[in-house]
């Protein structure tokens, strides 16, 4: 049964809770516009496939489209605080990289709910500003807690938005990376046990080459010049 939002510590019986009801919810949105079209939806007929009422819907999100795009509920502030309340002397940029790892695996688990994301904003383009802002907005929460564990201005200091974009992005390209080549059996909901500890080795492997400064791999050729490909 789907219950209102309530406010407590994440990783809690109630913040579980409140996961699985963004997640129905989030869920029944994706089905319906994957099965009539965006316009063709009402956030009374998401409420009726996930057997709540609208005003239940609105606990959660403030419109179907943001029902769409908003991957997990406070994410976003779980991050920060697990960056603020990491142990001193740890080094930043690690609590960072652990943070989104952990994330990315969650997200990128649910095969079911990643193959509707693309379907859906695959059909309807308009709909990636919203989900862009939803994303900015989360990384402006892991600016602020970067400079927040530095001790920096990030309006002065370009490190925390620099470390939070760059990690943001290693990790969501590792992820769709890893999901473009590793499809699972067909309709599997879920990745395997064996998919998840593999997915999470490649993106701790992209954070690493995050850290070493993205170093050419020594197996590559070298790129041809320009004056190589004209045959000059």
Same mark, same amino acid.
């Given at each position: 049964?789907? /219950?209102? %939002?309530?406010?407590?510590t994440?990783?809690?019986? =109630?913040? =579980?809770?409140?996961?699985e009801?963004?997640?129905?919810? #989030?869920?029944?949105?994706?089905?319906?516009?994957?099965?009539?079209?965006?316009?063709?939806? #009402?956030? *009374?007929?998401? $409420?009726?496939?996930a057997?709540?009422?609208?005003? !239940?819907?609105?606990?959660?999100?403030?419109?179907?489209?943001?029902?769409?795009?908003?991957? /997990?509920?406070?994410?976003? *502030?779980?991050?920060?605080?697990?960056?603020?309340?990491?142990?001193?002397?740890?080094?930043?940029?690690?609590?960072?990289?652990?943070?989104?790892?952990?994330?990315?695996?969650?997200?990128?688990?649910? =095969?079911?709910?990643?193959?509707?994301?693309? @379907? +859906?904003?695959?059909?309807?383009? *308009?709909?990636?500003?919203?989900a862009?802002?939803?994303?900015?907005?989360?990384?402006?929460?892991? +600016?602020?807690?970067?400079? *927040?564990r530095?001790?920096?201005? %990030?309006?002065?200091?370009?490190?925390? !938005?620099?470390?939070v974009?760059?990690?943001?992005?290693?990790?969501r390209?590792?992820?769709?990376?890893?999901?473009?080549?590793?499809?699972?059996?067909?309709?599997? %909901?879920?990745?395997?046990?064996?998919?998840? +500890?593999?997915? =999470?080795t490649?993106?701790?492997?992209?954070? !690493?080459?995050?850290?070493?400064?993205?170093?050419?791999?020594?197996?590559?050729?070298?790129?041809?010049?320009? $004056?190589? @490909?004209?045959?000059?």
């Amino acid at each position: 049964m789907i /219950t209102g %939002p309530e406010r407590d510590t994440p990783g809690s019986l =109630r913040a =579980r809770k409140k996961q699985e009801s963004h997640r129905a919810l #989030r869920l029944a949105a994706l089905e319906l516009v994957a099965e009539r079209g965006l316009s063709e939806v #009402r956030v *009374e007929d998401i $409420a009726h496939r996930a057997g709540v009422s609208p005003r !239940t819907f609105f606990n959660y999100f403030a419109s179907k489209e943001q029902a769409l795009v908003d991957p /997990t509920p406070d994410h976003g *502030e779980g991050m920060r605080d697990r960056i603020r309340q990491a142990p001193a002397g740890t080094e930043v940029r690690d609590i960072l990289l652990a943070a989104l790892i952990d994330h990315a695996v969650e997200i990128s688990a649910d =095969r079911t709910t990643w193959r509707l994301v693309k @379907q +859906v904003t695959s059909r309807h383009p *308009e709909l990636l500003p919203l989900a862009m802002g939803s994303s900015r907005e989360t990384s402006r929460t892991l +600016v602020e807690a970067v400079a *927040e564990r530095l001790g920096s201005d %990030p309006d002065e200091d370009p490190y925390p !938005t620099v470390l939070v974009e760059a990690s943001v992005a290693a990790m969501r390209a590792a992820a769709a990376h890893f999901l473009r080549c590793h499809s699972g059996p067909t309709g599997a %909901p879920t990745l395997s046990e064996d998919d998840e +500890v593999a997915l =999470r080795t490649a993106l701790e492997d992209a954070a !690493t080459l995050l850290r070493d400064g993205l170093p050419t791999p020594v197996s590559s050729p070298p790129h041809p010049s320009r $004056a190589t @490909q004209r045959g000059l």
